[in-house]
């Protein structure tokens, strides 16, 4: 926790250096946007902030999710799975590939994460190729091994943030 708060500290002392306002002001100005976005997307202050709560099941054939300062728990079981898109702001989630089927050899997704994280849960079998850069971020396989003809295709982006590939 010691290391994030650090971390935050020098992000706001190099932004008010880049800017040109003092400390003080960048600060606060900081704050009052977060705290505007935090109202306009609904997002609530308490215990369940970063609570991911209650999964959502999707049967659509392209993921598209975008979240920022929000939660993301999503199911997708789908019969003929195309890919898709991730994008984690500020946020961050599990979308959970695992009972998905494709009659595709290469499935492409598209994973951004910023200040945020996502895990991708995907099917036993599927092999996994990560073409991601990471700034002060990371892109990270726990794929077991196995001879799946399917090959889910990552790229993107991890700045300040991480995605992580399971199964």
């Not at 990270?140 to 790229?155: C, M």
């Amino acid at each position: 926790m010691a290391k994030i708060i650090i971390g935050i500290l020098i992000i706001i002392l190099g932004l008010s250096a880049l800017t040109g306002l003092g400390l003080f002001k960048f600060a606060f100005a900081l704050i009052l946007i977060v705290i505007g976005i935090k109202m306009v997307s609904g997002g609530s202050w308490g215990g369940r902030h970063w609570d991911y709560g209650e999964r959502l099941v999707s049967s659509e054939d392209f993921v598209n999710e975008v979240v920022i300062f929000s939660p993301l728990r999503k199911s997708i079981k789908s019969e003929n799975f195309k890919g898709g898109k991730i994008v984690a702001i500020f946020g961050g989630g599990e979308v959970d590939l695992s009972q998905v089927k494709t009659a595709e050899k290469i499935v492409n997704m598209e994973v951004v994460a910023i200040f945020g994280g996502a895990k991708i849960r995907i099917p036993k079998g599927w092999r996994v190729n990560s073409q991601g850069t990471a700034i002060f971020g990371g892109y990270d396989s726990k794929v077991e091994l196995g001879g799946g003809e399917t090959v889910l295709n990552i790229k993107g982006a991890a700045i300040f943030g991480g995605v992580e590939v399971v199964n």
